[in-house]
């Protein structure tokens, strides 16, 4: 076990994908990451809410292994996304946001945070990314999202970023967006070009690519059959990940090559019904009997 | 070693790509496919050429391990397509086809070929498919491959052939439009109802998935940094699958798995120049030193 933090988003979402609706259920990046997180290791969150944020969804995480000392609660409203999948539900039409109190985020880790080993920062704009890992003291690795809109928008912060992280996770997109490389092993190297040794390409249904200074490697996406709701699966995936390298405390070739595995088959529980509700019900045996049929899934 | 037998086409192909043009090269399903199984196993060819087919197309064929006493030279042209790839050459956009001596293709089997135990049907109508079938003295493993043209056109002739053999190869489109199943694991149970044992789905860039017996496997594509040529790639695949399967002499699921990376790595040396020119340069050491990388890029 090591000491895990996340900085992110805290949401209430509404969902519509072609299984159903959910309004106003528990969401956003920080939640997702710390409840996949917690099945492997104790989770440290910091983070925002309003005051229409529900005691529910706090009791929710504080049930788990997840220090909430680090979620603040601010005046104002609860961030909010609403969005929509459609047919292979392989995109998010975003319905509507409020960003509300996550607008004005400056995060700040409580001192008791501060020695954390295994950071997570979720997606979010990047000068606030670095303004969390300043507030660190030598964290032994630490792992960064992003998204299209950071590379388009705040590209040179995005590059200031990239030299002070250990990792950084984007989806085939980004990471072509991000280099200019169409080819994704090149537009890999290219992104461990500009900082990151740790380079982790997630391409949807089609699985992940890892790029470290050991090589390559490469997993199929979990063969899953029932797909409810893909909210989430991004954070979940980085959450089992993180949380799995932190419960082993070491980052070798061989672990993140598990964590991702890991990361990829929490995931897979977490679509298969909307918000957490399907967390909600499995324990880490579940996460680990899956892992060993996915294992058997890829042997070769 | 077994003995290993494909019908298919035999072609002069003239292709264009971003890296260049080739006019005027040889090409064509069972050309690819006895060239990629005879780095693992004899093979024996039946086709059709034309009278202006050249010696030399001949000879490099004659030169491995490929039996063309099944190649038959009929009166008329041999066949001929012409084809250009774009941008990150993910399809082909036929610009000619002259099927010439082909279209009227009636495979006779040789006698000394009948006792094939393994069988490749290369893309082809479904009746000549069965046809050749008829033709064969009980054999140990048949494979088929088909396309979107004879499952919209000749569905009825195709569910017929897929009841006789032991496996189907297709790709992702043509296993949801086969089907109806947009869900790609579903799709492959589904094929499998209709008859064939082993079904192999093959995802282009994002690797295949086997579907049997034994339950699922599934591989991301060899991580490939320069294509220059996809064109017969699809054939070469099922080369190198089934020249390993033919060397083995077994069908199991763990030969299954290893057939079929053997087969991606096999084709991985195709899409790396025009026409046969790769696998021309290469030898099985070749091929098994990329099989022991490819398995090291999955390795869990």
Known sequence: MSKLLVVGSVAIDSIETPHGKAPNVQGGSAVY?????????????????????????????????IDLRGLERADGKTF????????????????SVELNVFGNFEPKIP?????????????????TQRHVLEQMRKP??????????WISETRPQLLKLLKLVDGIVLND??????????????AGRAVRQLGPNTVIIKKGEHGSLLVDKDGLFGLPAYPAERVVDPTGAGD????????YLARQGKVTDANLRRAIAYGTV???????DFSLNRLRQIKLADIQRRFREFRSFVRL
Do not use: C, H
Not at 37 to 59: I, Y
Not at 140 to 149: E, K, Q, V
């Open 236 to 243: 979940s995936f980085a959450g089992g990940l993180m949380g």
């Open 33 to 65: 990451f710390s409840y996949a997180a917690s099945f492997f290791n104790p989770v440290r969150l910091v983070g925002v809410v309003g005051q229409d944020f529900p005691k529910a969804f706090e009791d929710v995480l504080a049930a788990r292994k």
């Open 111 to 127: 001192q008791a945070f501060r020695d954390s080993q295994f950071v997570f920062l979720a997606n979010g704009g990047p000068d």
């Open 140 to 149: 032994r690795f630490t792992l960064a999202d992003t998204m299209n809109l």
């Open 266 to 272: 929490t995931a897979s529980f977490t679509i298969e």
């Open 173 to 186: 997109g980004e990471a072509r967006m991000l280099t200019g490389e169409s080819n994704l092993i090149k």
């Open 80 to 95: 909010r996304w609403s969005g929509r999948y459609e047919g292979a539900m392989n995109s998010a039409e975003t319905l």
